[in-house]
Nanobody, 125 residues
Framework: QVMLVESGGGLVQAGGSLRLSCAASGRTFSRYAMAWFRQTPGKEREFVAAISWSGGSPYYADFVKGRFTISRDNAKNTMYLQMNSLAPEDTAVYYC??????????????????WGKGTLVTVSS
């Protein structure tokens, strides 16, 4: 059974930084692309960033380019999202996502992923 557990969320002031982590278990982590999505009340879940199974080819939503960095450590079965220059509009529940199919890189297609339960990021102005 695939398990994805996010951590690292919290309250931060505008302009600050947070690093989210996603610990994965239940399958061979290094075979699967991973991603981060986020969701605010009343809105659909939106794509934030994705990374291939090898750690290459990171892909970002336009609204986070230059501020967020996605990475992974396959030896630790963990993915990260370094978030800098945070703004109040970044406030959301952030979800870790793992592709359902090995060696596929489906980036923004939410239906192709398994999900964690999310971690709340709150950015105060």
């Amino acid at each position: 059974q695939v398990m994805l557990v996010e951590s690292g969320g919290g309250l931060v002031q505008a302009g600050g930084s947070l690093r989210l982590s996603c610990a994965a278990s239940g399958r061979t982590f290094s075979r699967y692309a991973m991603a981060w999505f986020r969701q605010t009340p009343g809105k659909e879940r939106e794509f934030v960033a994705a990374i291939s199974w090898s750690g290459g080819s990171p892909y970002y939503a336009d609204f986070v380019k230059g501020r967020f960095t996605i990475s992974r450590d396959n030896a630790k079965n963990t993915m990260y999202l370094q978030m800098n220059s945070l703004a109040p509009e970044d406030t959301a529940v952030y979800y870790c996502a793992g592709d359902q199919i090995p060696f596929r890189y489906s980036t923004m297609t939410a239906a192709n992923y398994y999900w964690g339960k999310g971690t709340l990021v709150t950015v105060s102005s």
